[in-house]
């Protein structure tokens, strides 16, 4: 089973920038897809950014050449780089990963949530 403890969320002015970090551990064989959802005040989770292991990246389309997602496959880490935020932005990032536990098992996991705030 794998657990995720993410960071890097707070309050931040517009125009202005954070990095997420998303670190999972347990008894992980692999992982595949690593993503970033995000929900908004009074909207559903939406994917914001995911990322295979091979590095194909996909971005929602309001966050394209805004956002950066990578990944440190060693560490079993993920990052999520924002800039030029704005207050559409607002909200809850999960992180999530789907890959294999070291039993053979196929694992989804989410995080507990990061809390992003972009003033205006």
């Known amino acids: 089973q794998a657990v995720l403890e993410e960071s890097g969320g707070g309050l931040v002015q517009t125009g202005g920038s954070l990095r997420l970090s998303c670190a999972a551990s347990?008894?992980?064989?692999?992982?595949?897809?690593m993503g970033w959802y995000r929900r908004a005040p009074g909207k559903q989770r939406e994917l914001v950014a995911d990322?295979?292991?091979?590095?194909?990246?996909n971005y929602l389309d309001s966050v394209k050449g805004r956002f950066t997602i990578s990944r440190d496959n060693a560490k079993n880490t993920m990052y999520l780089q924002m800039n030029s935020l704005n207050h559409e932005d607002t909200g809850v990032y999960y992180c999530?990963?789907?890959?294999?536990?070291?039993?053979?098992?196929?694992?989804?996991?989410w995080g507990p949530g990061t809390l992003v705030i972009v003033s205006s």
């Open positions: 999530n990963t789907r890959g294999t536990t070291s039993w053979d098992l196929a694992f989804d996991a």
């Open positions: 347990g008894s992980i064989s692999s992982i595949d897809v």
């Open positions: 990322i295979t292991s091979g590095g194909t990246t």
